[in-house]
């Protein structure tokens, strides 16, 4: 079975350009989360969906990033406009959600760089 | 709101010794995972643990939780170069909540 799929896998851009990120959950799954990883300030959770809803988006940083989800079967997480301090990795999380367990299986990742 | 804490944050050890990792976090959980990260890769799921009590092994890497103490330990048995990696806990707050809230990483690094 194919895993989180998240496109592109790097991307350099210069500030002020839009950058779009994109993720496609596992089949099945219902639940999609958008994480941001640095050496500064680890990792942290930005937003995720539950049945292609937003639960949750108080990670988001400011207005300048924006995340949806149009159907079970991709996410996108937009900046704009993208500034240095933006370069990150950025992972896309799915899960199937139950009363059992919320297992998250990670992306690859993207790497964005903000010149 | 849900605090998760490693410690270390850093280990460096030599092959063939034993060590252990701790994670604590600061609610009440019966729901806890481990991940690892090797440099420059995503996050692999490594162990899910669902009770208190439960224990976890695969080849040298043994994971156990607490519930009561809220504390889970990730052991090391005769330490491998190829376990280096980051190693990250995540707990699970359950009852309609997805979210997993992770610990800072514990970076570990086995010296040949």
């Known amino acids: 079975d194919a895993g989180v799929i998240q496109s592109p896998r790097h991307e350099v851009t210069e500030m002020g350009q839009e950058v779009t990120l994109r993720c496609k959950p596992i089949s099945g799954h219902n639940s999609l989360f958008w994480y941001r990883q640095t050496m500064m300030r680890g990792l942290e959770l930005l937003i995720y969906f539950n049945n292609n809803v937003p639960i949750d988006d108080s990670g988001m940083p400011e207005d300048r990033f924006s995340a949806k989800m149009p159907n079970a079967s991709f996410s996108t997480l937009k900046i704009q406009p993208s500034e240095p301090r933006d370069s990150a990795v950025y992972f896309c999380a799915s899960s199937f959600h139950s009363s059992s367990y919320n297992e998250q299986f990670f992306g690859p990742g993207t790497r964005l760089t903000v010149l | 709101e849900l605090k998760v804490e490693q410690n270390p944050l850093f280990l460096s050890m030599q092959e063939g010794k034993n060590y252990t990792i701790y994670c604590n976090y600061s609610?009440?959980?019966?729901?806890l995972y481990w991940y690892r990260q090797d440099p420059g890769k995503s996050l692999e799921s490594l162990f899910v643990?669902?009770?208190?009590?439960a224990v976890k092994q695969e080849g040298r890497l043994m994971a156990s939780l607490d519930t009561k103490a809220r504390l889970s330990t990730l052991h090391i048995t005769a330490a491998v170069h190829d376990l280096s990696a980051t190693y990250f806990c995540?707990?699970?707050?359950?009852?309609?909540?997805?979210?997993?809230?992770f610990g800072t990483g514990t970076r570990l690094t086995i010296i040949p």
């Open positions: 609610t009440t959980s019966d729901r």
């Open positions: 643990l669902l009770s208190n009590g």
């Open positions: 995540a707990v699970d707050l359950s009852f309609g909540n997805e979210k997993l809230t």
